[in-house]
T-cell receptor, first 113, second 114 residues
Framework: GENVEQHPSTLSVQEGDSAVIKCTYS??????FPWYKQELGKRPQLIID?????GEKKDQRIAVTLNKTAKHFSLHITETQPEDSAVYFC????????????FGAGTRLTVKP | DGGITQSPKYLFRKEGQNVTLSCEQN?????MYWYRQDPGQGLRLIYY???????QKGDIAEGYSVSREKKESFPLTVTSAQKNPTAFYLC?????????????FGQGTRLTVV
C-alpha cells in the first residue's frame, strides 16, 4: 500500500517568516494529495488539496506544489501568523484499492510572535 | 446541521474488556474510516469502508473490529486482543467510493485503559 513520509516533525518560525513542510509518497498511482491542519484539541480540517494533473495550487497565504516524477509534494505557508500554529498532516490517496487515504506523521508548526 | 459525530469524547476501559466507539455521519458519504492517532506517529489507518456491508483492513487492524450495517454508521470495537489501546481515535468520512475527495473528521474519542 501507499507509504507517506513527512518532514520535519517539528518546525518553529518567527511570525512573518515562511514555513515549508515536505512529504514523499511511494505509490506512483496516487493522484490526490490533501493537507490537513489540526489545532490543539480539535479535529483535523482540510486546508488545501492538489490533484496529480496540477503542479501547483495557491489559496491566499497557503500553496502546495507537487512533483510527480520525484513523488513529493510540499506545503508552503507565507507571512506566518501565530494562529497558524498547529499540527499539519499531508496525505495521499490512490484511485484504486478502495481509495484508502494514508497520512504522514505530522509536523508541529510553532509560530513565535 | 450536517457532520460527523463521534461518541463518547472520553472513554475509560479496564484491561480485558471490549469497548465500542460510535461514529455517525449525516453527510450521505459512502466511505468511512477509522484512524488511530498517537504522539509522533500521525494518523494510522485501522479500517475503512467504501460501501455498506463491506470494509477493509488498514495498516493496524489487529485487535479491532468494525461493522457497516448502515451507511451513516461505522462503529469500531476495541477488543481485549489490542495490546496497547490507549490512544486518540478519529473517524472520518468522504464521498467515495471512486472519487478521491476531502475527508471530514469527527471530534475524536480519547480511550484510556485503566
Amino acid at each position: 500500500g501507499e507509504n507517506v513520509e513527512q518532514h520535519p516533525s517539528t518546525l518553529s518560525v518567527q511570525e512573518g517568516d515562511s514555513a515549508v513542510i515536505k512529504c514523499t509518497y511511494s505509490d506512483s498511482a496516487s493522484n490526490y494529495f490533501p493537507w490537513y491542519k489540526q489545532e490543539l484539541g480539535k479535529r483535523p480540517q482540510l486546508i488545501i488539496d492538489i490533484r496529480s494533473n496540477v503542479g501547483e495550487k495557491k489559496d491566499q497565504r497557503i500553496a502546495v506544489t507537487l512533483n510527480k516524477t520525484a513523488k513529493h509534494f510540499s506545503l508552503h505557508i507565507t507571512e506566518t501568523q501565530p494562529e497558524d500554529s498547529a499540527v499539519y498532516f499531508c496525505a495521499a490517496s490512490t484511485p484504486y484499492n478502495n481509495n484508502d487515504m494514508r497520512f504522514g506523521a505530522g509536523t508541529r508548526l510553532t509560530v513565535k510572535p | 446541521d450536517g457532520g460527523i459525530t463521534q461518541s463518547p469524547k472520553y472513554l475509560f476501559r479496564k484491561e480485558g474488556q471490549n469497548v465500542t466507539l460510535s461514529c455517525e455521519q449525516n453527510l450521505n458519504h459512502d466511505a468511512m474510516y477509522w484512524y488511530r492517532q498517537d504522539p509522533g506517529q500521525g494518523l494510522r489507518l485501522i479500517y475503512y469502508s467504501q460501501i455498506v456491508n463491506d470494509f477493509q483492513k488498514g495498516d493496524i487492524a489487529e485487535g479491532y473490529s468494525v461493522s457497516r450495517e448502515k451507511k451513516e454508521s461505522f462503529p469500531l470495537t476495541v477488543t481485549s486482543a489490542q495490546k496497547n489501546p490507549t490512544a486518540f481515535y478519529l473517524c472520518a468520512s468522504s464521498i467515495g467510493p471512486t472519487m478521491n475527495t476531502e475527508a471530514f473528521f469527527g471530534q475524536g474519542t480519547r480511550l484510556t485503559v485503566v
